[in-house]
């Protein structure tokens, strides 16, 4: 006697049980009891709209279906892995609940549909909470950034002292990478929110649904345009896990920062305890291990990316089973990505950086040199002829192991006699700094106003300064 199932009118043998551990996806997609259970709600309650089933029939499938939801949820439901999956768990489960009008469940559409409009649901929800995180995090960026907008530091370029710039300003940048994240996530969710139920198996359903009004009931502003894309299409899946590799890269850029910083060489940074860890031989380190985590995991998530970017490309129309590796590769992704940016959030709003220690560094590495080059144009002076005079300088400089400040008039007057005592106010750094009045730059007034933008942007995403 073949075992009842849910293809076995056909089958005349029972599937082998390697064959059924293999092919069995419960363990991952039960996390997805409360979308697809959502989702089977709406359509329920779309049949009976139009018709399709009795209205007292729709009733007693929703009781049945919210049951099986508090028994999950009170940890008494039991899962089964001959059952396949999440879909199959829960409406055996209501069937065992409410008997036979709990097999009209299915009517007008397929798995394919279902995990679809499932899979959607849940993307969009954790896109929403990766959203939150990165606001909470640009505003502890902020908040250091208030604190630091007249901390003066080297910026680097090949990671070699170039320019002086400000605290703020640096920080600042890694504020606008986030808002382009969380930019991209808004846009993200165009396409993420569009309903596939009604496509079916691939081909659409006989049956006079309604994909409109399941649509809005999930609070999505689109239907599927093709049912055979409706079911195969994970591109929203792909550019969501982009959006995650971007935050990752970014979060990794920003922890390579603070690695270096926190080092003494640097000295620029003192990390929290809570946030470090020490060594089980050598007593006095403490090791920025949160941070190099968080670049270490950057490539995990960038790893689940390609992962499935190599599973769909060379899938041919419609469904196929291969389909269901999309999600382990999207979980261990929104765990990663929700992990690192609560945890890099916390460890930023307590991480002190030593002003004193960043203004002394500026002073190694000529970094007023184009100060000095802008200064001799301002006299006159073609700009590629003052960069060679600049770097005359500098080298002259160098031979004696003193800065551009430290050469007397007369020494810098050897380089051009243009040179006159003004020269000094030029080369001081925070005057430097304070020039860089333009756009975007790092002066003291530019920094203040990109401050004043971010406070903007965060009011209208709901989340002033805390």
Same mark, same amino acid.
């Given at each position: 006697?073949?075992?009842?199932?849910?293809?076995?009118?056909?089958?005349?043998?029972?599937?082998?049980?390697?064959?059924?551990?293999?092919?069995?996806?419960?363990?991952?997609?039960?996390?997805?009891?409360?979308?697809?259970?959502?989702?089977?709600?709406?359509?329920?309650?779309?049949?009976?709209?139009?018709?399709?089933?009795? &209205?007292?029939?729709? #009733? @007693?499938?929703?009781?049945?279906?919210?049951?099986?939801?508090?028994?999950?949820?009170?940890?008494?439901?039991?899962?089964?892995?001959?059952?396949?999956?999440?879909?199959?768990?829960? #409406?055996?489960?209501?069937?065992?609940?409410?008997?036979?009008?709990? @097999?009209?469940?299915?009517?007008?559409?397929?798995?394919?549909?279902?995990?679809?409009?499932?899979?959607?649901?849940?993307?969009?929800?954790?896109?929403?909470?990766?959203?939150?995180?990165?606001?909470?995090?640009?505003?502890?960026?902020?908040?250091?950034?208030?604190?630091?907008?007249?901390?003066?530091?080297?910026?680097?370029?090949?990671?070699?002292?170039?320019?002086?710039?400000?605290?703020?300003?640096?920080?600042?940048?890694?504020?606008?990478?986030?808002?382009?994240?969380?930019?991209?996530?808004?846009?993200?969710?165009?396409?993420?929110?569009? &309903?596939?139920?009604?496509?079916?198996?691939?081909?659409?359903?006989?049956?006079?649904?309604?994909?409109?009004?399941?649509?809005?009931?999930?609070?999505?502003?689109?239907?599927? @345009?093709?049912?055979?894309?409706?079911?195969?299409?994970?591109?929203?899946?792909?550019?969501?896990?982009?959006?995650?590799?971007?935050?990752?890269?970014?979060?990794?850029?920003?922890?390579?920062?603070?690695?270096?910083?926190?080092?003494?060489?640097?000295?620029?940074?003192?990390?929290?305890?809570?946030?470090?860890?020490?060594?089980?031989?050598?007593?006095?380190?403490?090791?920025?291990?949160?941070?190099?985590?968080?670049?270490?995991?950057?490539?995990?998530?960038?790893?689940?990316?390609?992962?499935?970017?190599?599973?769909?490309?060379?899938?041919?129309?419609?469904?196929?089973?291969?389909?269901?590796?999309?999600?382990?590769?999207?979980?261990?992704?929104?765990?990663?990505?929700?992990?690192?940016?609560?945890?890099?959030?916390?460890?930023?709003?307590?991480? #002190?950086?030593?002003?004193?220690?960043?203004?002394?560094?500026?002073?190694?590495?000529?970094?007023?040199?184009?100060?000095?080059?802008?200064?001799?144009?301002?006299?006159?002076?073609?700009?590629?002829?003052?960069?060679?005079?600049?770097?005359?300088?500098?080298?002259?400089?160098?031979?004696?192991?003193?800065?551009?400040?430290?050469?007397?008039?007369?020494?810098?007057?050897?380089?051009?006699?243009?040179?006159?005592?003004?020269?000094?106010?030029?080369?001081?750094? #925070?005057?430097?700094?304070?020039?860089?009045?333009?756009?975007?730059?790092?002066?003291?007034? &530019?920094?203040?106003?990109?401050?004043?933008?971010?406070?903007?942007?965060?009011?209208?995403?709901?989340?002033?300064?805390?």
């Amino acid at each position: 006697m073949v075992k009842p199932g849910m293809w076995n009118g056909r089958f005349s043998t029972r599937t082998a049980e390697s064959v059924q551990d293999f092919t069995e996806s419960v363990e991952i997609d039960r996390h997805f009891y409360r979308q697809d259970i959502l989702c089977s709600k709406v359509h329920v309650s779309m049949l009976a709209r139009q018709g399709i089933i009795d &209205s007292r029939e729709a #009733e @007693q499938i929703i009781e049945g279906l919210e049951h099986v939801q508090a028994e999950i949820e009170q940890g008494r439901f039991t899962w089964r892995g001959d059952l396949e999956d999440v879909h199959m768990n829960i #409406e055996h489960r209501l069937t065992e609940i409410i008997g036979p009008v709990g @097999q009209k469940l299915h009517t007008a559409r397929s798995r394919n549909d279902q995990v679809a409009a499932d899979f959607r649901v849940f993307v969009s929800e954790r896109l929403a909470e990766w959203d939150q995180l990165l606001v909470g995090f640009i505003q502890v960026l902020k908040q250091q950034a208030d604190r630091h907008q007249r901390t003066i530091l080297p910026g680097y370029t090949h990671l070699q002292p170039a320019q002086p710039v400000t605290l703020a300003h640096h920080l600042l940048a890694y504020v606008q990478m986030a808002i382009r994240d969380s930019n991209r996530l808004t846009d993200c969710q165009k396409r993420i929110q569009v &309903s596939p139920l009604g496509a079916a198996a691939l081909g659409g359903t006989t049956y006079e649904t309604d994909p409109e009004y399941i649509a809005e009931q999930l609070g999505f502003p689109a239907v599927f @345009q093709n049912s055979m894309d409706a079911v195969s299409d994970r591109d929203f899946v792909l550019e969501a896990m982009f959006c995650s590799g971007l935050i990752m890269t970014h979060l990794s850029r920003l922890c390579e920062e603070l690695i270096l910083w926190a080092n003494p060489s640097f000295g620029f940074v003192r990390l929290p305890e809570a946030y470090a860890t020490g060594s089980s031989i050598m007593p006095q380190k403490k090791n920025p291990d949160t941070a190099e985590l968080v670049r270490g995991k950057a490539g995990r998530v960038l790893g689940d990316l390609v992962s499935l970017f190599v599973t769909l490309k060379a899938l041919p129309l419609a469904y196929n089973r291969d389909l269901q590796e999309d999600k382990p590769c999207f979980l261990d992704a929104d765990k990663t990505v929700s992990d690192c940016l609560y945890i890099i959030t916390g460890m930023l709003e307590l991480t #002190e950086f030593d002003s004193e220690r960043m203004r002394q560094a500026t002073t190694a590495g000529y970094l007023n040199a184009t100060e000095l080059a802008d200064y001799l144009v301002n006299l006159g002076i073609p700009f590629r002829q003052a960069h060679h005079i600049a770097g005359q300088a500098v080298a002259f400089a160098e031979g004696k192991q003193v800065g551009l400040e430290g050469l007397t008039l007369e020494e810098l007057q050897h380089f051009s006699p243009l040179i006159t005592e003004e020269v000094y106010s030029v080369l001081d750094y #925070e005057s430097a700094v304070a020039r860089r009045k333009t756009l975007g730059g790092t002066g003291f007034d &530019s920094v203040a106003h990109q401050l004043d933008k971010v406070a903007q942007w965060l009011a209208q995403k709901g989340r002033g300064s805390v």
